[in-house]
């Protein structure tokens, strides 16, 4: 009978991840993907078991932004591979004392762990962060730029239910402008070679998108949900000031949000996706969460799973002077 190890050894195939840190989809080649989607896979069939995969590994997840399912799906994914997980938030550290977040995260490397998770409001600190640490960094969402393990796992479950990502026309609908969520979606689908295009009003939608990315743009909901196979709804960040580019949540229901009716206008196959936390009846109808075409709560298990992934490939080298050292 097959060990977990031997499983894990076959599904990865003598297989590496190309990049020590994983702080944008970017840095990831088609390779990495493939790699960690296929562990992810993995993962996910084994559930609830636990493996001491990573038992002499420490895991800091630094949230210095409020944050449930990412950091609650990072730190369970730690402790089923065997990690030590030490979790700090925003309202507990140093930061709030005036300390830099360079300088933090300078104290945390000090104790020697193998992954740093770091969720924070500022864009770009994840990426400064791995340029000063030994420990690997994992972005969990910085600012309005990116964040990668929801990428990965929205990728993840489009493909679980197409069986690839390849040709499929996928709509992003909601707040473009203020949306990690999205800087992910959109580079690891086209790097998947799905085809994107994007609903929202103009005031939400960031200015010279399509020189960053290729796509169609709509201000029409009904006409972008035409030959859709994945519609993909975002929520109104109000905490990030959108609603100072919409008249109201109401109005931006009643002329984008996704009804029944106005889901039937995509393919019959289409599925309806959404990051959370869902704000029900204004950017998807309470209708719809339920059904089978939503993959809302299969989301949150591929992120699960898609995390173990990470952490496992992640936790067992550590940087040296830009070198990579095995730690097993």
């Given at each position: 009978?097959?060990?977990y190890?031997?499983?894990?050894?076959?599904?990865?195939?003598?297989?590496?991840?190309?990049v020590?840190?994983?702080?944008?989809?970017?840095?990831?080649?088609?390779?990495?993907?493939?790699?960690?989607?296929?562990?992810?896979?993995?993962?996910?069939?084994?559930?609830?078991?636990?493996?001491?995969?990573?038992?002499?590994?420490?895991?800091?997840?630094?949230?210095?932004?409020?944050?449930?399912?990412?950091?609650?799906?990072?730190?369970?994914?730690?402790?089923?591979?065997?990690?030590?997980?030490?979790?700090?938030?925003?309202?507990?550290?140093?930061?709030?004392?005036?300390?830099?977040?360079?300088?933090?995260?300078e104290?945390?490397?000090?104790?020697?762990?193998?992954?740093?998770?770091?969720?924070?409001?500022?864009s770009?600190?994840?990426?400064?962060?791995a340029?000063?640490?030994?420990?690997?960094?994992?972005?969990?969402?910085?600012?309005?730029?990116e964040?990668?393990?929801?990428?990965?796992?929205d990728?993840?479950?489009?493909?679980?239910?197409?069986?690839r990502?390849?040709?499929?026309?996928?709509?992003?609908?909601?707040?473009?402008?203020?949306?990690?969520?999205?800087?992910s979606l959109?580079?690891?689908?086209?790097?998947?070679?799905?085809?994107?295009?994007?609903?929202a009003?103009?005031?939400?939608i960031?200015?010279?998108?399509?020189k960053?990315?290729?796509?169609?743009?709509?201000?029409n909901?009904?006409?972008?949900?035409?030959n859709?196979?994945?519609?993909?709804?975002?929520?109104?960040?109000e905490?990030?000031?959108s609603?100072?580019?919409?008249?109201?949540?109401?109005?931006?229901?009643?002329?984008?949000?996704?009804?029944?009716?106005?889901?039937?206008?995509?393919?019959?196959?289409a599925?309806?996706?959404h990051?959370?936390?869902?704000?029900?009846?204004i950017?998807?109808?309470?209708a719809?969460?339920?059904?089978?075409?939503?993959?809302?709560?299969?989301?949150?298990?591929?992120?699960?799973?898609?995390?173990?992934?990470?952490?496992?490939?992640?936790?067992?080298?550590?940087?040296t002077n830009?070198?990579?050292?095995?730690?097993?």
């Amino acid at each position: 009978m097959e060990t977990y190890l031997e499983k894990i050894n076959e599904t990865r195939k003598n297989r590496d991840l190309s990049v020590s840190d994983v702080v944008s989809i970017d840095d990831l080649s088609k390779k990495d993907i493939d790699l960690i989607l296929d562990l992810a896979k993995f993962f996910k069939e084994t559930g609830n078991k636990k493996y001491s995969l990573l038992q002499d590994a420490t895991i800091f997840n630094a949230f210095f932004e409020d944050s449930t399912r990412t950091r609650s799906s990072f730190e369970l994914a730690g402790k089923k591979l065997g990690a030590d997980v030490i979790n700090i938030s925003g309202g507990n550290t140093s930061v709030k004392k005036r300390e830099t977040l360079l300088d933090t995260a300078e104290v945390l490397n000090s104790m020697r762990p193998e992954v740093v998770v770091i969720r924070t409001s500022k864009s770009g600190v994840p990426y400064t962060i791995a340029k000063h640490i030994k420990a690997a960094v994992i972005n969990a969402g910085d600012g309005c730029h990116e964040h990668p393990s929801q990428g990965l796992l929205d990728a993840l479950t489009i493909k679980e239910a197409f069986g690839r990502v390849q040709g499929l026309n996928v709509l992003v609908t909601g707040d473009i402008l203020h949306s990690r969520v999205f800087g992910s979606l959109a580079r690891i689908i086209l790097k998947m070679g799905a085809n994107l295009k994007i609903a929202a009003p103009y005031t939400l939608i960031p200015r010279g998108i399509k020189k960053v990315f290729k796509l169609e743009i709509f201000n029409n909901i009904e006409k972008a949900l035409t030959n859709t196979d994945v519609v993909y709804a975002l929520r109104v960040q109000e905490e990030r000031g959108s609603n100072c580019f919409i008249p109201t949540l109401r109005e931006f229901s009643k002329t984008f949000g996704i009804s029944e009716a106005r889901f039937r206008l995509a393919n019959k196959n289409a599925i309806l996706m959404h990051p959370g936390p869902l704000m029900r009846d204004i950017e998807v109808h309470s209708a719809l969460v339920g059904k089978s075409e939503s993959k809302y709560f299969n989301q949150v298990e591929n992120g699960l799973a898609v995390r173990s992934a990470l952490l496992y490939l992640l936790a067992r080298p550590i940087k040296t002077n830009n070198k990579i050292n095995n730690l097993v």
